[in-house]
Nanobody, 125 residues
Framework: QVQLVESGGGLVQAGGSLRLSCAAS????????MGWFRQAPGKEREFVAA????????YYKDSTKGRFTISKDNAKNTAYLQMDSLLPEDTAVYYC??????????????????WGQGTQVTVSS
């Protein structure tokens, strides 16, 4: 069992930056691929970025490439999502998720085994 707790959300103006953190406890964090998803009101939860277990391979939603950076510090049991050049359309609740096994990452919520509670990100225009 892995427990995930997100932090770092908030209100920011367009063009600003935020760094989300996802602290993990429980079983060995280093063996998990991690993903970030987001869900805006009235919309389905969508993939944002993912990183494999070692942190050496990353994958991004097209609209976040070049603006968002996912990373993973296995020594601190923490994953991060650095978000730069934020846009109003980035407004959503952001969730981190952990995927157990040999897969590098998953693109869909059903691929993941554990979820955090979410943190709100609001970007004003």
């Amino acid at each position: 069992q892995v427990q995930l707790v997100e932090s770092g959300g908030g209100l920011v103006q367009a063009g600003g930056s935020l760094r989300l953190s996802c602290a993990a406890s429980g079983r060995t964090f280093s063996s998990y691929a991690m993903g970030w998803f987001r869900q805006a009101p009235g919309k389905e939860r969508e993939f944002v970025a993912a990183i494999n277990w070692s942190g050496g391979i990353t994958y991004y939603k097209d609209s976040t490439k070049g603006r968002f950076t996912i990373s993973k510090d296995n020594a601190k049991n923490t994953a991060y999502l650095q978000m730069d050049s934020l846009l109003p359309e980035d407004t959503a609740v952001y969730y981190c998720a952990a995927l157990e096994g040999d897969t590098n990452w998953g693109l869909f919520p059903i691929d993941y085994d554990y979820w955090g509670q979410g943190t709100q990100v609001t970007v004003s225009s």
